[in-house]
C-alpha cells in the first residue's frame, strides 16, 4: 500500500514540532534485559497457566483450544462478540 504525501506530511508535523524531520532513530542501549529472564526455565504449559492467570488479572477473556478445535472456537468467540464480518490474509 503506497502511502500519499508522505514526506511533506512527515516534514510538516516536524516543522510543528519546531524541529528539523528525524530521519534516523537509534534504539536504546539498555544496561539490563529483564524481560529476557522473567519466565526463564518455564514450560510451555507453565507460560499458558500465566497468561490464563494474567488475562483474570486485566479483566480479558481467555479461551484455550487447539488445532482440531481451533475453528468452533474461533467461531465460538466471533459469534459472541457479535462479529459477521472477517477480513484476513494468509501468511506464508
Known sequence: MAIHNRESFLDNIAEQL????RTKVESPVYSVHPQERVFQGATQ?????????????IHTSFMSTNLETL????RTVLNDYGVTKVVGAAVA
Not at 504449559?45 to 488479572?57: A, F, S, T
Not at 475453528?71 to 474461533?74: D, E, M
Open 18 to 21: 519546531g524541529r528539523t524531520r
Open 71 to 74: 475453528g468452533v472456537t474461533l
Open 45 to 57: 504449559d507453565e507460560l499458558v497457566e500465566k497468561l490464563e492467570e494474567q488475562c483474570k488479572v
